[in-house]
């Protein structure tokens, strides 16, 4: 099993950055996806974008596309989301996820590992 952690959110002013990170332990040593998930207030949860372990390929949903990006250093065992740009849509509790054997999707189905989420706010 692997176990997640978020970190890095927060109170961000619209147009604002942020950088939230995703420490996993436990089961590291073999090649997991990780991705990350948002779910807003009355809304399903949904993908944000992923990473394949090598890192040769990702995965971006359109909520994000041109303003996130994914990264992963896995001698750290981490991936983090940069978000920039930020519009007050993008608040909501972001959730980093993980699974073994499978390709990089957007289905959360797809993922047996979760960390408890951070909160990111985009308000003035």
């Known amino acids: 099993q692997v176990q997640l952690v978020e970190s890095g959110g927060g109170l961000v002013q619209p147009g604002g950055s942020v950088e939230l990170s995703c420490a996993a332990s436990g089961r590291t040593s073999s090649p997991y996806v990780m991705a990350w998930f948002r779910q807003a207030p009355g809304k399903e949860r949904e993908c944000v974008g992923g990473?394949?372990?090598?890192?040769?390929?990702?995965y971006y949903g359109d909520s994000g596309k041109g303003r996130f990006t994914i990264s992963r250093d896995n001698a750290k065992n981490t991936l983090y989301l940069r978000m920039n740009d930020l519009k007050p849509e993008d608040t909501g509790v972001y959730y980093c996820?993980?699974?073994?054997?499978?390709?990089?999707?957007?289905?959360?189905?797809?993922?047996?590992?979760w960390g408890p989420g951070t909160q990111v706010t985009v308000s003035s």
């Open positions: 990473k394949t372990w090598s890192g040769s390929s990702a």
């Open positions: 996820a993980a699974t073994y054997g499978r390709t990089l999707s957007p289905d959360r189905t797809q993922y047996d590992y």
